[in-house]
């Protein structure tokens, strides 16, 4: 069984550009998270996804972030315009259901450097 | 805000030795979860304790819960090399939505030497 996959895994790039992430859960899992893990930090959530739904976007910072789950499966996370403090690594997560009961299953993350 | 606080920061021992990590948390928890990240990689899920649990074992894992110190442990008997990695505590903290969200801590750094 395939594992949850992002791309890129690395991005580099000059600060006031996009940029976007992608996620492609689980096959079967429900729940999608992302998160943003700071160096020597744990991860935070920003966003979880019931199906196509958004459900707990209360640590996205909604004017520059924005995420999408157009048809309930794969995911794409964006930012508009990076910022310098946006460097970080940011990881997709998915579940079955949830419940907190639940293990995540993560995917490797992608890293942002913005310069 | 990060519930969970883990203890030590970093530990460094010699391979075939046992590594103890614990965690501290704020709140009330129904459980509590421990991931391992090694380098450069996402985290993978170790164990879950319910808070009805003083003690769960997998493999060389052993966690401990105590709710009444609000405080659970990880114990990694005989180590190897291939556990170097970050350990994590993680528990499901109510989010500014209002539904439960995980909350991971900063993490303990292991570093088991050959």
Not at chain 1, 37 to 47: A, C, K, R, T, V
Not at chain 1, 51 to 75: H, I, T, W, Y
Not at chain 1, 95 to 107: D, I, K, V
Request: proline share 5%; hydrophobic share 30%; charged share 20%.
């Amino acid at each position: 069984e395939a594992g949850v996959v992002q791309s890129p895994r690395y991005k580099i790039i000059e600060k006031k550009q996009p940029v976007a992430f992608w996620c492609n859960p689980i096959s079967g899992h429900n729940t999608l998270y992302w998160y943003l893990q700071n160096l020597g930090q744990g991860p935070e959530l920003l966003i979880r996804y019931e199906n196509e739904e958004a459900v707990d976007d209360s640590q996205l910072p909604k004017d520059r972030f924005s995420a999408e789950r157009l048809k309930g499966v794969d995911s794409t996370l964006k930012i508009q315009p990076a910022e310098l403090g946006d460097s970080a690594v940011y990881l997709c997560a998915s579940s079955p259901t949830y419940l907190t009961y639940n293990e995540q299953f993560f995917g490797p993350g992608t890293r942002l450097t913005v310069l | 805000s990060q519930q969970g606080e883990e203890d030590p920061q970093a530990l460094s021992i010699q391979e075939g030795e046992n590594a103890t990590m614990n965690c501290s948390y704020k709140t009330s928890i129904n459980n509590l979860q421990w991931y391992r990240q090694n380098s450069g990689r996402g985290l993978v899920h170790l164990i879950l304790i319910r808070s009805n649990e003083r003690e769960k074992h997998s493999g060389r894992l052993r966690v401990t819960l105590d709710t009444s110190k609000k405080s659970s442990s990880l114990l990694i008997t005989a180590s190897r090399a291939a556990d170097t990695a970050s350990y994590f505590c993680a528990t499901p903290v109510v989010s500014g939505a209002g539904s439960y969200q995980l909350t991971f801590g900063k993490g303990t750094k292991l570093s088991v030497i050959p």
